[in-house]
Structure formats: C-alpha cells, structure tokens
T-cell receptor, first 113, second 113 residues
Framework: KAGVTQTPRYLIKTRGQQVTLSCSPI?????VSWYQQTPGQGLQFLFE???????NKGNFPGRFSGRQFSNSRSEMNVSTLELGDSALYLC????????????FGPGTRLTVL | LAKTTQPISMDSYEGQEVNITCSHN???????ITWYQQFPSQGPRFIIQ???TKVTNEVASLFIPADRKSSTLSLPRVSLSDTAVYYC??????????????FGAGTRLAVHP
C-alpha cells in the first residue's frame, strides 16, 4: 500500500500571501488529520476531517482552514501568512474508527519570508 | 486528555537497551498509551500502543504498571539508526472516535557508536 503523500514538499511564500497544501491518505483511510510542527511549539494538532466533515479542531486562528474531498484527499489552507506560520505541516491518516494508529506523511516545509 | 512528562534527552551506545519512562498521573480509565518515533524532517511513526501490563512487538516493548500512572518504552540493543525523538501520548482512545493526538516535547535519544 502506498503511504500518505503530501504536496508540495517545500514551499516559500511571503507575508500576506495564502497557501494551500495537499494530502492524499492511505487508500481506504477515511480520517485525515493535520498538524503543525515548529521548534518552539512542537507538534500541534490543527484539525481532523472524516467523511468530508471537520470533526475535531485544535486551537488555531481562523486563518487556518481545511477541507476533505469525497475520495478522502484533504487540503489545508492558510490565509494572510505570517512569519510565525513557517513550520513543517504534517498530515496523518487512519481508518477513522478511533483508537487507531495514525500514519504520517513526510510533511510540507513552509517558509514564510 | 492526560498530560505526559518524559525526559528531554537521553544518550546511549550501540547495542545497549534503552528505557524511556513517561509519567501520566492523570490518565483516564479508557485512555491508551501510545509511543511514536520521529526522525528529523519526517513525520512521526507509530511504535507501540498498550493499555496495561506488557506489550511487545518486533520493534519495542511497553511496560505499564498496575496503576497506569507511568509507562516505559524499552528499545532492545539500539543502533545508530534509533537516534530520534520519542513521544509518549496518552488518550489515544478518543471519545466518539475523533482523532486528535496531543504530542508533548518528546525525548531526544542520541545513540553513539
């Protein structure tokens, strides 16, 4: 089975711009979660999507949003980028029935200048 | 979700057994204990999960005492490739099946030749 894939792997943007990151889960997995990892704050949960619905959300501002498509692929969007949004954005998938091992993708490294 | 406390860093040598202990005094009755491993610039990887007593797989063992207020990840005969950050998570059994992993700071393990 192919693993979780994320595109792009690297991205450079400037302040004020917006960005869209993409995640393709493992085939058959219906849950996709997004995390932000920075040296200062560590790994933080952004949100989780299941069957095209956001069913859990972390403590991030509304500039961070996401969606999930009928094929379980997910995108996250960050609008009005700030320098502090520079981070590794990780996507994880699992079957979606709770208490499951989450499989992480390699991440997208976003740099905001 | 229960908070976890684990050592910030540990050093070991190739061939030794490494034990990383995690404290989770406020663990709830239905909480599981899960350990993830993360290499630089990669997503975390599931290592092992348990509820009580001892769990062993091809990679590690997890020891959980009867009171479940702590757990110990045991890595037998480590090699240089085991150098990574190890995260202990509690609360992986999510109410309603919602998936939200809460990562602490993790333990940075350095294996020396």
């Amino acid at each position: 089975k192919a693993g979780v894939t994320q595109t792009p792997r690297y991205l450079i943007k400037t302040r004020g711009q917006q960005v869209t990151l993409s995640c393709s889960p493992i085939s058959g997995h219906r849950s996709v979660s997004w995390y932000q990892q920075t040296p200062g704050q560590g790994l933080q949960f952004l949100f989780e999507y299941f069957s095209e619905t956001q069913r859990n959300k972390g403590n991030f501002p509304g500039r961070f949003s996401g969606r999930q498509f009928s094929n379980s692929r997910s995108e996250m969007n960050v609008s009005t980028l700030e320098l502090g949004d520079s981070a590794l954005y990780l996507c994880a998938s699992d079957p979606g029935q709770g208490n499951n091992e989450q499989f992480f993708g390699p991440g997208t490294r976003l740099t905001v200048l | 979700l229960a908070k976890t406390t684990q050592p910030i860093s540990m050093d070991s040598y190739e061939g030794q057994e490494v034990n990383i202990t995690c404290s989770h005094n406020n663990i709830a009755t239905n909480d599981y204990i899960t350990w993830y491993q993360q290499f630089p610039s990669q997503g975390p990887r599931f290592i092992i999960q348990g509820y009580k007593t001892k769990v062993t797989n091809e990679v590690a063992s997890l020891f959980i005492p009867a009171d479940r207020k702590s757990s110990t990840l045991s890595l037998p005969r480590v090699s240089l490739s085991d150098t990574a950050v190890y995260y202990c998570l509690v609360g992986a059994s999510f109410s309603g099946g919602y998936n939200k992993l809460i990562f602490g700071a993790g333990t940075r393990l350095a294996v020396h030749p």
